[in-house]
């Protein structure tokens, strides 16, 4: 069970010392704090499975749309920031972590989204920072450079500030 919020580790660390099988639910559901999570334990030995020498044969692509699937059934909704499948997990707001993906994606991604079947965003807001916003207008069709990047920055900032969504054809109507 995951009462300590350990689950996942737990079960890594009884699979270095030799156990040969991990319980675990899809997004960790069970009764009280849940379970360990199967597409956290997944990605886990996809990623550092080289510490146990294990690969799980899970089709990696299915387990974002299995997760939607058992939380649609089951009622229970994924808390956006959820490792692996929350709304979140891929999604970059803040200035220099846009900058840095931008530059380099495993600047903060151990884990390609595309592997789960998702992608990652760079979701504009009131930390978002200038290249993220020069790119987001650009591919809505409105590219920028120089003092009018300047202008219109300004003002997603000052819109952004008030916390409401802001349409990028607002900023240039």
Do not use: W
């Not at 559901?29 to 146990?52: F, H, K, P, Q």
């Not at 997760?67 to 959820?82: D, E, F, I, M, P």
């Not at 903060?108 to 920072?129: A, F, N, R, V």
């Amino acid at each position: 069970h995951n009462d300590l919020g350990l689950a996942v580790a737990n079960s890594f660390a009884g699979l270095q010392a030799g156990a040969r099988q991990v319980e675990c639910a899809i997004n960790g559901i069970g009764e009280r704090a849940g379970n360990a999570s199967l597409e956290e334990i997944v990605m886990l030995l996809r990623t550092r499975g080289d510490a146990v020498g294990f690969d799980t044969r899970v089709v990696t692509q299915e387990i974002a749309r299995t997760s939607r699937l058992v939380s649609r059934l089951t009622g229970y909704a994924l808390q956006r920031n959820k490792a692996i499948v929350g709304a979140n997990a891929f999604a970059h707001e803040a200035g220099i972590h846009q900058d840095g993906m931008l530059k380099d994606v495993s600047t903060y991604q151990i884990i390609d989204p595309s592997e789960l079947g998702l992608s990652m965003t760079l979701p504009l807001g009131k930390h978002s920072g200038r290249s993220a916003f020069a790119r987001a207008c650009a591919e809505a069709g409105f590219p920028v450079e120089g003092s009018h990047l300047d202008a219109a920055f300004a003002r997603f900032k000052a819109l952004a500030d008030s916390g409401r969504p802001v349409p990028l054809d607002e900023l240039f109507t």
